[in-house]
């Protein structure tokens, strides 16, 4: 058998981009398993959550949400600190780029080690990556939860820190009245979790049920399908969870009993094959998430930083 291509370096194939309308001036772009993104219009500016990996991808989402509003982007919110919502922040000179103290703390730590790492495991999504003109900084940025009032009757945006999970620092942005939920890459719907710089006991924990708690009737999720209605918001954030404590199970077994990380990514591979092994970068995502898994099994607390050399080596022995 031939050995896998590296992470999503093989998968070129263009994905198709909808635009839906959620709620009055609610818009949310899904690109069949590609990052997400959002935009909430105030009474007269916007609200964007997302920015994409390059400006000249995200000037096609700008394009797109053009023909709805041509309100000014006050907000550019920021759910995590990855290089492909990230590095796309200059195409919407927004007024203010907002993101939580710990995204901003993890540029400065990583940013640059992870746009290298991500541009490497998945380029179709860097379109003209000499477009980026560098990493991107947070104007404002919060600990745990700030409001925007969004004037009119359309009540006001919560963006809120409820607990380390994907990564120690991402938000979600709430809108109450309408109750739309985006949810960044804390919840995936219909697409595989990449957990390599994630917190797997918090996320799998408090975290989802802080996100299942909103109450959301739409839920945004960082990859994959819309979910509506509380059956799917609820069974999304379920499916989330179920990924992740399989992995716990799997990885923790195989740490327990004195095995090797290659045995724990076979077994975890093994497990969640049949239900996820379809979904969009379920392959890609395996190796990092299991080798996280098994450092904080071994007691590491903070992610070590992937770099494009450490993706290659992890790579090769698990997925070589
Ligand atoms: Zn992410």
Redesign the pocket.
């Known amino acids: 058998m031939a050995a896998k291509p590296f992470a999503s370096s093989a998968d070129l194939g263009v994905k198709e981009q909808t635009l839906e309308v959620l709620a009055d001036g609610v818009y949310a772009l899904t690109a069949a398993g590609d990052p997400n993104l959002g935009a909430i219009e105030g009474e007269d500016f916007l609200v964007c959550f997302e920015a994409l990996a390059t400006p000249v991808a995200a000037r096609r989402w700008l394009t797109r949400l053009r023909e709805h509003t041509d309100k000014p982007v006050r907000y550019l919110v920021l ?2 600190y ?1 290089a ?2 990230v590095l796309g922040a200059s195409a919407f000179d927004a007024e203010v780029i907002v993101s939580s103290e710990q995204t901003k703390r993890l540029i400065e730590e990583r940013g640059q080690q992870d746009w290298e790492s991500e541009y490497g495991r998945m380029p179709r999504l860097f379109e003209e990556p000499e477009s980026i003109p560098g990493l991107t900084w947070p104007t404002m940025t919060f600990r745990d939860r700030l409001t925007i009032e969004l004037g009119g009757d359309r009540g006001e945006l919560v963006l809120e820190f409820l607990g380390r999970g ?2 120690e620092g991402d938000i979600v942005a709430w809108l109450p009245k309408q109750e739309v939920l985006f949810a ?2 804390l919840v995936e719907s219909q697409a595989a979790l ?1 957990t390599g ?1 994630a917190f797997h006991f918090d996320w799998a924990a408090g975290t989802l049920d802080r996100v299942k708690a909103l109450g959301a009737q739409q839920l945004v999720g ?1 990859r994959g399908k819309i979910a509506r209605g509380r059956d799917e918001v609820d069974a999304a954030v379920e499916q989330t969870r179920d990924f992740l404590l399989t992995m716990q199970r799997t990885v923790g077994d195989v740490h327990r009993a004195g095995g090797t990380l290659k045995q724990a990514f076979d077994a975890t591979h093994a497990a969640l094959a049949p239900q996820y092994g379809a979904w969009p970068i379920f392959e890609h995502c395996l190796p990092f998430d299991v080798s996280r898994l098994w450092d904080e099994f071994s007691g590491t607390e903070r992610p070590d930083i992937w770099t494009a050399e450490r993706d290659r080596a992890v790579w090769d022995q698990l997925q070589g």
Do not use: I
């Open positions: 759910s995590h990855h492909v919502r994907h990564t960044g890459d990449y710089d960082g």
